[in-house]
């Protein structure tokens, strides 16, 4: 950092749960009404209210968007072997499922116009595997992947689109939600998410049979018998009544806390204008992103020398220029939180040994990561909080 800047006294996060009230009514109504388990008045609202939300036939609330990516898996039958294409640069959330159930993900390069699967990739590795059946896609921070082009590949292909739309609830393309274009959708409630329940996911499908058993396999695959009866392995998903209670108090908030983040994303796309950089992209024609994260790249030319170890970041501080890690250590300094982005899958040392597919020689999304960050989003950073962010950004350029 070049110039010296005051610390805020309160950290300024990433993206921090909002509370608005309603949330301790439903918990505190669990607790007097003595649901306290997996079934009650709050799972039932938010199941009914997000199906209605998103467009959906059927919705089950889960522990986690995890264990909702988990029991896609089992609904799209993956056996021991088989390889699924996969969003590369993502949270390992969205790969770690596939191999929970032996599968062996294929990662899929990203595509520089929203960050997300690159369709080209996609193709090509149709071309290479054509008997891959099922597709994982993530729609990085709230941003819509390119879903015109990716479902009519898998269209071609007769495969099963899986939607990781974790980071994306309450985005849209061609006014469609996100998490309604595949044959399975899952949403998260983690903590750090749009809507938060503490934690807590969700998994949405149209068909009767899907949530069905779901439901079944997320409580221990009970069968219908007098006794506990079992045909098949089972799990502990179901959600608590209790984390319900909180979703049920956020979900009216939705649309308050997606404005609050495109304001910030504006804010930023307009006070870093004049810099040497640009926000994660996405196609204002057909889709309209959360703005869950605001995130910005460094143009080539005016990167300073980063080096990156598996565990460890250095720079070269550069007049006029600088980097992703100088950036994030600035803010660090003035008690304000970024991240690198997502670091792709494919470089991770557990999938290093994974077959990756690119289009573009060099590879996108290594790219992003090198050049990326994201930046503090929390909806109630003020706007006086987020301009001493700016200037901070600022200073690392001069
Ligand atoms: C958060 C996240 C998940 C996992 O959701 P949890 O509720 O934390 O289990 C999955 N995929 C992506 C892309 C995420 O960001």
């Keep these: 950092m070049k110039q010296k800047f ?21 918990m505190t109504e669990a607790y007097q009404t ?28 889960l522990s986690s968007g995890t264990a909702a ?27 770690n499922p596939i191999v929970y159930e032996g599968g062996v993900p294929i990662f899929i390069d990203s595509e520089p ?17 054509p008997d891959v059946r099922v597709v994982m896609l993530a729609h990085l921070y709230g941003v819509p992947a390119k879903l015109t082009e990716i479902k009519e590949i898998c269209r071609q292909h007769e495969a099963i689109l899986i939607e990781d739309a974790a980071e994306s609830l309450g985005a849209t393309y061609q006014g469609q939600q996100t998490g309604s274009f595949g044959e399975i959708g899952v949403i998260s409630f983690n903590g750090n998410k749009i809507i938060t329940g503490s934690s807590g996911g969700m998994l949405l499908t149209d068909k009767k049979e899907l949530a069905d058993e779901a439901r079944k396999l997320s409580t221990q695959a009970r069968e219908d018998a007098p006794w506990y009866q079992h045909k098949e392995i089972g799990y502990n998903y179901r959600m608590s009544n209790v984390i319900a209670g909180v979703v049920r108090g956020q979900l009216p908030y939705l649309e308050e806390h997606i404005a609050q983040k495109k304001k910030i994303y504006q804010r930023y796309q307009a006070g870093l204008s004049e810099l040497p950089v640009k926000m994660n992209p996405f196609d204002s024609d057909k889709s309209e992103p959360n703005f869950w994260l605001s995130c910005l790249v460094i143009d080539k030319e005016e990167m300073c020398k980063q080096t990156r170890t598996d565990t460890e970041a ?6 006029g220029r600088s980097c992703p890690t100088e950036i994030l250590e600035a803010l660090a300094a003035i008690n304000a939180e970024g991240r690198p982005i997502w670091k792709p899958m494919h470089l991770q040392p557990i999938y290093e040994k994974n077959i990756f597919v690119k289009v573009d020689e060099n590879g996108v999304d290594e790219d992003i990561f090198n050049r990326g960050l994201c930046l503090p989003s929390d909806n109630k950073m003020t706007p006086e909080q987020q301009d001493r962010i700016i200037d901070v950004i600022k200073s690392c350029f001069e």
């Excluded at 799972?43 to 609330?61: N, Q, R």
């Design 6 to 26: 005051e610390p805020f006294k309160e950290r300024v996060y990433l993206s921090s749960p909002t509370m608005h009230g309603e949330e301790l009514k439903y």
């Design 34 to 61: 003595n649901w306290m388990s997996t079934i009650g008045a709050n799972i039932d609202s938010i199941e009914a209210d997000v199906a209605k939300k998103l467009g959906m036939g059927y919705t089950v609330a």
């Design 69 to 95: 990516l988990h029991l896609a898996m089992k609904l799209a039958k993956i056996k021991p072997g088989e390889k699924v294409f996969c969003t590369d640069m993502t949270f390992s959330a969205t790969a």
């Design 113 to 129: 116009d929203t960050w997300n699967m690159s369709p080209e990739a996609l193709k090509k590795a149709f071309e290479l595997y």
């Design 314 to 319: 250095s720079y070269t501080s550069e007049q």
